[in-house]
Each structure stands twice: as structure tokens, then as C-alpha cells.
């Protein structure tokens, strides 16, 4: 007898980005030495405050389930937050998740329904697309890619592009893949088409914390977005903390208690004892994210003049730490060149909607990001 799999898993592939992270840890498992520019993970530690309120958590006991929607302390935490980022919302329209990726699933279950239509903005991060297919939604994309991966100048696409049978656009600022900030006026062009239209927003904010020069607006907090907007974040990227698995959304109280069911039923809660390192997180660690965010602007100028010179120009990234590059018509068979002859680790451009393109994480000391240029040029990649 063999196994039946649903319909809703054989419609998606495994993440792009864990694949190429999975061949590059293999090879280094044979003794090889890879740059891995493919992971989407800051190289620096939790903050050591951080740290160490994980731990008293747990010596004070908090080893037992928490309430399924979070923590109250940390619920409340995350509102003040929220509120100095312009958007007015309590403890009760948050919800604390077990990582970003939890929140945006379960957000997506619970938004989007068979044959619904979800619109993304191309090169858009893997998930989205395997997300909505899981829920049973149908992709419509709008590539930003003609456009210096700009959202201003595409929004006559987008207007094409979305009508009233539209239920979810979303929208990823800072972008991962892209390191694209969206201005104002993009975004109150996203609101005015969510209104008119009267579709929902996600905004993925989890790059926030990582601008360099410039800030990027929260969309819930422009008129009439409010109700219509679910603002996801989490811990993973300004606090270092990808192993910890703690995320958040938050948005009208009755997506919070429609959602709630999902995760009552699914994982139940975020790790008791991680929500209190989370709280710490957002109250101690400004020192330690402005560190970070000021190595990333360091490697990113230094990853642009290193392209610079060999005659290629990318759009300067304003956040997140990502740089796409155009490679080469057949982007994955670069990508597969350039693990397997340089043991350089990328990720495919397609597999963000964007062919052609390669995906380079600098989250990798200076010296790695040279290495790794100076194999591309021994392999005459570039
Ligand atoms: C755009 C974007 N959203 C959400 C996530 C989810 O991160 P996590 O589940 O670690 O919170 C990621 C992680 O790579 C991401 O790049």
C-alpha cells in the first residue's frame, strides 16, 4: 500500500532558500569550504541580556504552556510598540506566535479561501506563494523588477492588476529579497487601492529594525488602513534570534480570535519561557540592534563597490540585508555553478519571481563577502 498526500502539499515545493542552505551545509560536512551567502539569519549572537532573561525565565518556572494568544506582559509590550509606530492598537489585537512564519500561515488560513485571489509584489520572499497555495488562493503578481524594484513606479501595474475580486495583497518593506524600502506614496497607493477595492493588507514589517538612512512607514498607520492591515513582525532578524522562534501579528480584534483558533489547535502557544527573553528584547536592546544595523550598512556599501568595480549596478538596498544581482538568463543553473565550482552559496532569482537574479545575503563577515567575490571572478561568474 502506498500513502495518499493531500492536494494542498503536492502544490508546493520545499523553500528554496532551506534547500540551498541544506547543500551548502552538506558539502561542508565533506571538509569543503562554503561561503554561504543563502541564509536569510543575522551572524551575530542574541544579545547577551536577551540571553539571560531566557534563562531566569525558566529558573522561575515558566516551563509550562503560556495562554495560546501570548504572554499579557509581552502582548503589551508589543502593543506600545506598535502604537509608537503610528498604529493604535492594545494587547488584545496582538497575537504572539511560535516565529514570523507561524503568524503569516496562520494568517493566511485564516484569510484566504479556495480559488480567493492573493497578489504579490515580484521578487517577493518563497513563502508567500507556497502560503497561498496551502490556503487554496490564486496568485497574481505584479514584478517590480522593470522598476529598480520600486513600488511607486509600478503602481499603474498594480492597479491593472488588483479588482474588487482581489482578498490579500502583500506587501514585504524592507523586502527581502530586494532590500527595497517603500515610500510614502507608494504605500497611501496601496491604502487607496485597498480601500477602493476593499481588499486586505499584510504588511510583513520583519526588517523594520534594519534601515539604513531611512525609515519604513507601517502601513496599518495611514488613514483607513487601520481595519484592513495585519502588521506581522518578529525576533528573528533585529535581535538575532532565528533559533528562539518568536513572531507576532497583530490587527482587528476578531482576526485575533478568529486566528486564535488555529493556534489553539495547532501549536497551542509560542515557548513559555522565549516570550519573556522577547520582552527583554524590546525593551534592553537598542545598543545591540544599532550595532548590528550599522555592520550591515558597512558590508552592504562594501558589497556594492565590490560590484561596482566589476561593471555591475544594483539598486542600493535601504534595508533588510539583500542585494539581488542580475546573473544570467538561467539563474539556478548560476546558482548551481556557483555552490558547486565556486562554494558559493546564492539563491535563485526564480524562486522569488524573479529570473535571472541571484540572492545574496550579506548577514557574512567582510572578509567572507570578498572571498566570495574573488571565487565568482575565479570562476568567471560575474
Ligand atoms: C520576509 C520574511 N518574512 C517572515 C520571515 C519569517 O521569519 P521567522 O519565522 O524567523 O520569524 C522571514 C524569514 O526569513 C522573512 O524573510
Known amino acids: 500500500m502506498s500513502m495518499d ?11 528554496a532558500t532551506i534547500s540551498i542552505g541544506n547543500a551548502a551545509s552538506a558539502l561542508e560536512a565533506d571538509g569543503v569550504d562554503v561561503v554561504d551567502l543563502s541564509v536569510g539569519e543575522p551572524d551575530f549572537p542574541t544579545p547577551e541580556n536577551v540571553i539571560e532573561a531566557g534563562k531566569e525565565a525558566i529558573d522561575a518556572g515558566h516551563t509550562g504552556y503560556a495562554p495560546s494568544p501570548g504572554v499579557p506582559a509581552l502582548r503589551e509590550e508589543i502593543a506600545d510598540k506598535l502604537r509608537a509606530d503610528g498604529l493604535d492598537y492594545g494587547a488584545e489585537n496582538v497575537m504572539v506566535t511560535p516565529g514570523g512564519k507561524q503568524a503569516l500561515y496562520e494568517i493566511f488560513q485564516t484569510i484566504v479561501d479556495d480559488g480567493d485571489e492573493v497578489v504579490l509584489l515580484d521578487p517577493a520572499w518563497v513563502s508567500y506563494e507556497a502560503m497561498t497555495k496551502l490556503a487554496g488562493g490564486s496568485l497574481s503578481r505584479v514584478d517590480l523588477a522593470p522598476h529598480g524594484f ?42 487607496d487601492l485597498a480601500v477602493d477595492h476593499d481588499f486586505t493588507v499584510i504588511s510583513d514589517e520583519i526588517y523594520k529594525e534594519v534601515t539604513y538612512g531611512t525609515e519604513a512607514t507601517s502601513l496599518g498607520s495611514l488613514s483607513g488602513m487601520a481595519d484592513r492591515t495585519v502588521t506581522l513582525n518578529g525576533f ?79 539598486p542600493k538596498p535601504e534595508g533588510a540585508f539583500y542585494l539581488m544581482i542580475p546573473v544570467a538568463d538561467d539563474d539556478q543553473s548560476w546558482c548551481e555553478r556557483a555552490i558547486e565550482e565556486a562554494h558559493v552559496a546564492t539563491v535563485p532569482g ?33
Open 350 to 382: 526564480s524562486a522569488f519571481g524573479a529570473p535571472g537574479y541571484a540572492r545574496i545575503s550579506y548577514a557574512a563577515s567582510a572578509d567572507r563577502l570578498e572571498e566570495a567575490v574573488s571565487r565568482f571572478d575565479d570562476e568567471r561568474l560575474l
Open 236 to 314: 528573528s532578524k533585529a535581535y538575532s534570534m532565528t533559533g528562539w522562534r518568536l513572531g507576532y501579528f497583530a490587527g482587528p480584534e476578531e482576526l485575533i480570535s478568529q486566528a486564535g483558533k488555529l493556534q489553539s489547535h495547532s501549536v497551542t502557544c509560542a515557548t513559555h519561557f522565549v516570550q519573556y527573553a522577547g520582552i527583554e528584547a524590546l525593551r534592553n536592546t537598542d545598543d545591540a540592534v544599532t550595532e548590528m544595523r550599522e555592520a550591515f550598512r558597512e558590508r552592504r556599501d562594501l558589497l556594492c563597490n565590490l560590484l561596482a568595480d566589476r561593471g555591475i549596478d544594483v
Open 150 to 191: 520600486a513600488l511607486e513606479p509600478a503602481l499603474d501595474d498594480l492597479v491593472e492588476t488588483v479588482s474588487d475580486d482581489t482578498t490579500l495583497l502583500v506587501v514585504n518593506s524592507p523586502s527581502n529579497p530586494t532590500g527595497a524600502v517603500y515610500s510614502d506614496a507608494a504605500l497611501e497607493g496601496v491604502r
Open 5 to 15: 498526500f493531500a492536494d494542498r502539499v503536492q502544490r508546493v515545493s520545499p523553500s
